[in-house]
């Protein structure tokens, strides 16, 4: 069994309430781990403004998903993401191994720290 890392990025409508837009997230979580990938690592983003307006809106709900699994895998989520009219955009990408190290790193908090201000010394 030759599985692969991905990571799969959908906007939904800003229409939606909060608890519509996890329960559709939800189901797309659910789509993967009944076909037998597991999920790695699931954020919900929130509302965020896009680049450019799509269907006339300007606003959508990010979700965000990193899992593994077979390569077939990735053509029944998106035949999914299509037939959901909630979904405005998606993208699934393969990752190698440098976008696995990243974000191993960016679970971890790593580029999430502040640096240090330098103390100032006192002048006397």
């Known amino acids: ?6 990571e799969t990025v959908f906007i ?11 329960d559709t997230a ?8 009944d076909h037998g990938a597991e999920i790695i690592n699931s954020e919900i983003w929130g509302l965020k403004k896009m680049a450019y307006p799509i269907q006339q809106k300007s606003t959508g ?3 965000f ?3 593994t699994s077979e390569p077939g895998l990735v053509a029944s989520l ?3 993401y299509r037939r ?3 979904v405005l955009r998606f993208l699934t990408t393969a990752l190698d191994k440098n976008a696995m190290e990243y974000n191993v790193k ?3 908090g790593a580029f999430n720290k502040k640096k240090e201000e330098p103390k100032k010394e006192e002048v006397k």
């Open 1 to 6: 069994m030759n599985l692969n890392n991905y």
């Open 12 to 22: 939904l409508t800003p229409v939606l309430s909060e608890a519509q837009m996890k």
């Open 26 to 33: 939800e189901k797309f979580k659910k789509v993967l781990t």
């Open 61 to 63: 709900f990010y979700n």
């Open 65 to 67: 998903i990193e899992f």
């Open 78 to 80: 998106e035949l999914e």
């Open 84 to 86: 959901d009219e909630k």
């Open 106 to 108: 960016r679970r971890s």
